[in-house]
């Protein structure tokens, strides 16, 4: 629990509006330790359901927003405007609000991807770095306590070299052809809202900055076989891919929104010379370490921990934390992060553990490097 | 989502200083779904951890407060005074807390258990009804979702007739002598703050709680093996009860503080003439369902379920959700009858699922009950 | 592999006949490790069926009989008789055929309970000294290698000392009458069949032995909760029953043949001062050492385990070992008590594992003292 | 259970000396169900051994042999010559074994792989044709009853036409340098002894012909990920495999030798238009199948299954069955198959799921299509 803290972050919102899922999670996320004040909002780019929705936020009319330039302009112009705004709109759109807001001097916390291009993901890590401001890209994940213990662990060298990584994120619910019956978070599949990939940039780069963010490694080359199972459908909906990392290493990383049957099936396993550990999205308080000598150890969220999984934690083990608080976690490192900006001090540099613009830079050039092996018929391409 | 709610409920609250462990927890549950403002609150009985626990949470210096009696009476003064408290202090103090506020007309959430006595308990339900206040009793694990599917299903009959029981809430931590290592939260088994019981006040009331609500069933006699475990303890730190139920059902209840190695370990298993279902705290978003054909399915929170357990859902199914969105959905129900009370109107009747002052004396009078019987040395006691 | 066995035991069997399931259990353990030869039986009292199985068993006609006082009689009389039989009838028929047998100097291997009442179950040990025989009764569950890892665990200390045990069987299929719609396999609920117990007789002696076998403890009283949940039937189908043992130490033990749903719900739990032990017989290559510091481990099958559970095990880990294993390892460690008798020497000690007669008696006393408790209303009972 | 065998099949072995691992197996699975009758044999190449393992085996010395070319004649010279032989040598010398005893006119049942060319298997395949003889290759894991209850699900359309396949064996015993180190077991990363392949011939064969035995499926082009993690192995022992199906379906394979903390980890999960069949062989007795619609259903062994399943089936629900039982049902299946030819009768069809000599060629030409795609850098190769 941070101490400095002596007022809520003022803090607004681009997307989000009542009824979808993406916005009400961040919400709950940055409600959870109470310090985002959410003052300020363009929930949606229908006005009505932008009014409706900030209501039912308790957001003032005077700071209801129907279009997110005139929200950055007058939020910046006020002596009380929002310190950061969180966008959660389609892909596509990403880059040109979360420039709006940099350049009004006023931290981005983006949605991933954090654009539809490496191009368009570097001009906004350069926007935010002129304007010395805070871009975050929720690849959020990594805020689970037991995957940051994971990251501990390895770099200890507890497993020894990595040899070995499995990664996938297997959804189902688009197995059925959902964008073609006027689903409307279906848009993830629709090339003008989404960019030009589908399940690769909407999970395949959560499986991907996991993978990173635990293990370290950074991907050589890469060979990728995507599919499109749905008839109809314009973008891919399968990724099968091989991975060589820059050390020898070698992986594969299964994306897919057509797996009938799994709901959220995100799953890491990492073999080191010496043994591995796996995690599972679906029980995540739980760490599985096993070793080359038989010994089989469940790490539990609340026990002996790295601090890194400390400081993520908030219940003892046993009483379980999910999806929110994890994410939560990254609500409270950037907290952290503009506290200190605010307060003209060094961050706590655990809280630097937050993706970052960087971060989300990275997950595009992957994107990026899988298109350009699957058109080559999954030759082994590059990761620059 | 509760449409009609247009600015949250302010809220106050007494004991959960920074650093223990279930203020923060009753903070998080409330912060959740943004429905409770924290404004007011005496903390702690020690003037200066109150302050600086008010202060980290925000609340402004005139409305901290040293002493409860001196908030109730400022509070029910002002026009923008609370309008509900929060009480989480020692079990002896509840009574005379709950009863201060509300006879000032305040609304009481108090922790569990209600008092150290069925009189007392039954006093403050008097006081609630007198003051036609909300008098909540947090037995929190009846907000998981999927204990309210249970609670649907065995109500439609899905496992038949209810024949057995099997429940237990079993912990380790004081399997050490803690409380003779002047360690804080051992105050349970310290009869000056805990009352007579240990383990049956402190835990054994959620196992029997949580038993009462999944299947309605109402216990006729019960026998009682109390143990204390560790030397120089005062209180019974282990309590083995069999049940026998008004229309012929049998059960068990295990509570323990002493079972080392295990973290938090609740666990409900229900079986009717024809199946049961099984339901493990550690993994509450799955419930069990087998059935005396052999089918043996597992119900996973975010499908198909009951209007009782999607009223308490958040996520899709896959994304975890754990014991703090239990928890809020206590405070949810709660805030939904205080709404309807202050906009004159019936509750939505499934926010009557929250425990109420009667669940809590119900819980005290099997706290007595299993005290006569082990003084009787396992005898058959009636639960009255 | 015991390298001193140079031909098979010569085995016959009382019981058992094709259709049935537990003779085709015994003879699969017994097959497993090719140490047992059948070449005699008195398959059924059905002289056609003794026949046909028989022939089904490659038992020559000759020595198929019709009756085990013939069988025992004519085998004894043979140079090339059987030197060990194995019993599988009703409950009630067990001490006339064991005693047939022993008197004619012919090993016994019983399956449980050994008799009917504790005098028959001494007679039958008596008898068994007298001749100079093997007396072993199948509380098959002690062959499981995790099982005999537990019993090493305890006796090492591993979990410091006991304080709790958690014990249940659970079975679902008499939960619908069908003893009163004709099923054979349901004389366990005829007392004419089973003796004067039912579910406690059947399985309860399984728990009661299994936990016994593990922990070296000795119940000192019990008080025992009878019931009957089926309309109709003649003998108890659940027991909730509370144990205190000699050290202090407090248990609960159920066994139910009405818990709708469960298949074969065998479970034990041991708590000591520092660590529990837990084993699910449906996962029976794992063991669970879950530690009061918060280490929680698997230990599995196969692995680094103690000289008991090596021997008791044949395929590295991670190959799944079952039910007919562990029956199996019964079978070598009688084989190995039968050969050490035939060569003259003293047998691996680590055979003498395997339960004898008078773990029989035990578990008839258990069962004893259980229907003497149920008949006062519950009252603590001594286990003598 | 057969009622037409009368008397147990006339077996021999060649390898599978006592102290290895596989002949005991192969000898247990045999075994088990009391339809082999093991009485000739050359186990070993050493004559010593080869004494020694026979007579405890149980084997007259005259019939114990140095050398299976004897053996062979020697057998089918007998009137009570062996009428089925087993094979557990090392891959490289399957073919000349096999060769000899199929030309004698005895059934040989072949471990796996069938031999260390696919046109060394062929030619085995067309002996077996002229001899008229059973030719059966031990893809053991195809006996599971859930394995083959998954194959009915799919055949039966319950998860719809197949879109995706994930399946894995990941062993982490090879993660050491062992065969640098003398074991002898490491022989399998020795070209000598098994061939051009590694891990992709020993295990990554198994979840080939699994794969394609529950999905029925045809690969159509692969790209093979060869790697040798372990420095200084001649072959390699990682391969990770990317599958495209004649009929749209994608896959991954993984076989690995270095998954440190491994013990055995075969995992099998096929995705259709509806949902999804997964399996895990470390809990063989489970198949989960989850539906699109959000079904989530655990199908228990001994439960309601398909007639392939309850043939395979031994136990009731909730008795553990394993690896040996599973084996043993090849041996079912084979010796079947020999009765039928001997009584001049039609085999029981399902009899034919047992994997025969062109299951081992098919398993053969997928090795050498990996290693052709792994040579190529991981190009797209036929499968012939």
Same mark, same amino acid.
């Given at each position: 629990?941070?101490?400095?803290?002596?007022?809520?972050?003022?803090?607004?919102?681009?997307?989000?509006?009542?009824?979808?899922?993406?916005?009400?999670?961040?919400?709950?996320?940055?409600?959870?330790?109470?310090?985002?004040?959410?003052?300020?909002? =363009?929930?949606?780019? $229908? /006005?009505?359901? @932008?009014?409706? #929705?900030?209501?039912?936020?308790? +957001?003032?009319?005077?700071?209801?927003?129907?279009?997110?330039?005139?929200?950055?302009?007058?939020?910046?112009?006020?002596?009380?405007?929002?310190?950061?705004?969180?966008?959660?709109?389609?892909?596509?759109?990403?880059?040109?609000?979360?420039?709006?807001?940099?350049?009004?001097?006023?931290?981005?916390?983006?949605?991933?991807?954090?654009?539809?291009?490496?191009?368009?993901?570097?001009?906004?890590?350069?926007?935010?770095?002129?304007?010395?401001?805070?871009?975050?890209?929720?690849?959020?994940?990594?805020?689970?306590?037991?995957?940051?213990?994971?990251?501990?662990?390895?770099?200890?060298?507890?497993?020894?070299?990595?040899?070995?990584?499995?990664?996938?994120?297997?959804?189902?619910?688009?197995?059925?052809?959902?964008?073609?019956?006027?689903?409307?978070? =279906?848009?993830?599949? $629709? /090339?003008?809202? @989404?960019?030009? #990939?589908?399940?690769?940039?909407? +999970?395949?780069?959560?499986?991907?900055?996991?993978?990173?963010?635990?293990?370290?490694?950074?991907?050589?080359?890469?060979?990728?076989?995507?599919?499109?199972?749905?008839?109809?459908?314009?973008?891919?909906?399968?990724?099968?891919?091989?991975?060589?990392?820059?050390?020898?290493?070698?992986?594969?990383?299964?994306?897919?929104?057509?797996?009938?049957?799994?709901?959220?099936?995100?799953?890491?396993?990492?073999?080191?010379?010496?043994?591995?550990?796996?995690?599972?999205?679906?029980?995540?308080?739980?760490?599985?370490?096993?070793?080359?000598?038989?010994?089989?150890?469940?790490?539990?969220?609340?026990?002996?921990?790295?601090?890194?999984?400390?400081?993520?934690?908030?219940?003892?083990?046993?009483?379980?934390?999910?999806?929110?608080?994890?994410?939560?976690?990254?609500?409270?490192?950037?907290?952290?992060?503009?506290?200190?900006?605010?307060?003209?001090?060094?961050?706590?540099?655990?809280?630097?553990?937050?993706?970052?613009?960087?971060?989300?830079?990275?997950?595009?050039?992957?994107?990026?490097?899988?298109?350009?092996?699957?058109?080559?018929?999954?030759?082994?391409?590059?990761?620059?």
């Amino acid at each position: 629990m941070n101490d400095r803290i002596r007022r809520p972050i003022r803090w607004g919102m681009v997307g989000g509006g009542i009824g979808g899922f993406i916005g009400e999670a961040h919400r709950m996320a940055a409600r959870l330790d109470g310090k985002f004040n959410l003052i300020a909002g =363009a929930l949606s780019s $229908d /006005p009505e359901r @932008a009014r409706q #929705s900030a209501a039912q936020c308790f +957001i003032a009319p005077e700071r209801t927003y129907a279009d997110y330039r005139e929200m950055a302009k007058a939020e910046a112009a006020r002596n009380d405007g929002i310190e950061a705004v969180t966008i959660v709109t389609p892909n596509a759109s990403h880059h040109a609000i979360a420039a709006a807001f940099l350049d009004q001097g006023i931290a981005v916390i983006c949605d991933k991807p954090l654009a539809v291009s490496v191009a368009d993901g570097q001009d906004l890590v350069g926007r935010a770095a002129k304007a010395q401001r805070l871009l975050g890209v929720t690849y959020n994940y990594s805020g689970y306590p037991m995957i940051r213990h994971a990251k501990s662990l390895i770099a200890e060298g507890v497993i020894g070299k990595i040899r070995l990584v499995q990664v996938e994120f297997a959804l189902g619910w688009l197995a059925a052809p959902l964008e073609q019956e006027g689903v409307k978070q =279906a848009w993830r599949v $629709d /090339p003008k809202e @989404a960019g030009p #990939s589908g399940v690769v940039a909407d +999970i395949g780069t959560h499986a991907y900055h996991l993978m990173r963010f635990v293990t370290g490694l950074e991907v050589q080359t890469l060979a990728a076989d995507l599919a499109t199972m749905v008839q109809g459908r314009q973008l891919e909906d399968n990724a099968n891919i091989l991975l060589r990392f820059k050390d020898g290493a070698r992986g594969m990383l299964w994306a897919s929104m057509v797996a009938a049957g799994e709901s959220v099936g995100f799953r890491l396993r990492v073999y080191g010379e010496t043994g591995h550990v796996a995690w599972d999205e679906a029980f995540p308080d739980q760490l599985h370490l096993r070793m080359l000598d038989g010994t089989d150890q469940t790490l539990n969220r609340g026990g002996k921990l790295s601090p890194q999984a400390k400081r993520a934690t908030r219940l003892v083990t046993g009483l379980p934390e999910g999806f929110v608080e994890a994410f939560a976690n990254l609500y409270g490192d950037y907290a952290e992060q503009i506290e200190a900006r605010r307060e003209k001090r060094a961050p706590d540099p655990l809280s630097l553990l937050a993706p970052t613009g960087a971060d989300g830079v990275d997950a595009l050039a992957f994107v990026e490097a899988v298109l350009k092996s699957s058109l080559a018929d999954g030759s082994w391409v590059a990761l620059e």
